[in-house]
């Protein structure tokens, strides 16, 4: 059987200051898998998408990548999974829109051409078709967090993760990010997204796993476990699964 894309084993993160963000997480995901990752505040949602490509180091435990660590080989982790941050001016290099696109196809050493192809491709993808030669800094933020987006799909990862993608976009701005997710996911992609907003996105997860203290509370299908969201401090939508979307 071939091993899983991405195993956390017994994964524990403490801070310098002794704060333990991640207590013995174990878990799996698989190809093509869509998760929804929830938690309260300061749960270790973030301190946890960190260690995926070896941008935190694990106190203990360890991080697999179809069956090989993470940390023995980060190019590779960074080329395979795509991390989409919250903050998207962080993530921000480029002096124009599809050069900023290009600066991780550029890493991998790929031929100019393929690089414009790419670069094309995301860019259309995410929805930016036509702001090449804007300056990043002049975008809005929900522009600035698509072309993060693109950033890491010209990269083509296997697995995308999203911290709080929807913060600060206004309806039509989600909604065009859920049709890029899903696209994305349709075309094979494993998707980790993690938020509070289970309204917005979770009829097209498979899965949910929710955080608490630093340790997996839950894990499993979303329908069975709704009903413990609320004493983590999770709203529930109060609709049915299949209408938590807020895609148009
Ligand atoms: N550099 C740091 N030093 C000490 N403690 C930290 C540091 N960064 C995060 N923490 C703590 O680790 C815990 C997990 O933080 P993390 O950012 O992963 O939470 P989160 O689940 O992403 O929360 P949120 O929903 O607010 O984004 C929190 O208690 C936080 O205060
Ligand atoms: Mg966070």
Redesign the pocket.
Known sequence: MNPPLLQLRQLSHR???G?L?LDSVSLSIEKGEFIVLA??????????MRHLNGLARPSSGEILLNGLSVLDNLARARRIIGLVFQEADAQIVGQTVSRDAAFGPENLKLPREEISRRVEASLQAAGLSGFENRRPHTLSGGEKRRLAAAGVLAMRPELLVFD?PFTGLDWPGSADLIEVITALHASGTAILL?T?DLEKILAHAQRLIL?NK?RIHADGPPSDLLEQVEELGIRRPRCPLHEMTWKR
């Open positions: 801070f310098p200051n704060t963000g938690g309260p505040n300061g749960s270790g949602k973030t301190i946890l709080e993690i509070h955080m630093g």
